[in-house]
């Protein structure tokens, strides 16, 4: 089975600066899906940003990118502008463009200080 | 709002009882996944539907049973409940089948399990 690695359970972070998170998975596949997920303190599962591993281009959302080296299997968040409401549990997420199972990693927390 | 609906939001409930959580998934997505988290905890993945059957089985206990229905809804059935089954239980679904949004796992906002 896949593995995603989340080497870091706490990060913290200066409000409007910018931090990054990283995720490791393995895997034999060449086509895959990968996700960063958010969970604030109200426990909600929230999609930031999703990745498909044929595309070259790194994945954007407003302040939220991607790093995805795919030789290296690594696919880490860049958060900008670091906001107090971007503090919150972050899940990186795999899913095999074969099957339709998702492995998480065991999260990162990330705390926004004022 | 992602599209997944889940009930209860809260339940309180007694050691050694039984409860339902039951979970709509997206319209048209045919999967449906159940994950535990437990306080502090990551996400285990319990069990996973497709179009009525299951797909794969996590670390889902045998005091649990799951089961999607023809109507695409499923429901997870935990009995003779421990205090340590308190958790958060979250229903997710996927395969819309079109474009990208097909391949992304959604999340419902998750029902509160607590065991006295």
């Known amino acids: 089975a896949q593995t995603v690695t989340q080497s870091q359970p706490e990060m913290s972070v200066q409000e409007a600066e910018t931090v990054t998170l990283s995720c490791t998975y393995d895997?034999?596949?060449?086509?895959?899906?990968l996700f960063w997920y958010k969970q604030p303190p109200s426990r909600q599962m929230i999609l930031v940003i999703r990745?498909?591993?044929?595309?070259?281009q790194n994945a954007t959302e407003n302040r939220f990118s991607v790093n995805f080296q795919k030789a290296a299997k690594s696919f880490s968040l860049k958060i900008s502008d670091s906001q107090l409401g971007d503090a919150a549990m972050y899940f990186c997420?795999?899913?095999?463009?074969?099957?339709?199972?998702?492995?998480f990693g065991t999260g990162t927390s990330l705390t926004v200080i004022p | 709002d992602s599209g997944v609906t889940q009930t209860p939001k809260h339940l309180i409930t007694a050691t050694g009882q039984r409860v339902t959580l039951r979970c709509s998934p997206r319209?048209?997505?045919?999967?449906v996944y159940w994950y535990q988290q437990s306080l502090d905890q990551g996400l285990q993945f319990l069990i996973q539907?497709?179009?009525?059957?299951?797909?794969a089985k996590g670390n889902i206990l045998e005091r649990f049973s799951a089961q999607q229905f023809p109507d695409l809804h499923s429901e997870l059935n935990l009995s003779s409940l421990e205090l340590g089954d308190s958790a958060l239980y979250f229903c997710?679904?996927?395969?819309?089948?079109?474009?990208?949004?097909?391949?992304?796992?959604?999340f419902g906002e998750g029902s509160w399990l607590t065991v006295v």
């Open positions: 997710a679904s996927s395969e819309r089948g079109t474009g990208d949004s097909g391949n992304t796992i959604y």
């Open positions: 539907y497709y179009n009525g059957e299951e797909r």
């Open positions: 997420a795999y899913r095999s463009a074969w099957s339709n199972q998702f492995y």
């Open positions: 319209s048209g997505d045919l999967s």
């Open positions: 990745q498909e591993a044929y595309k070259q």
């Open positions: 895997t034999s596949e060449s086509d895959y899906y």
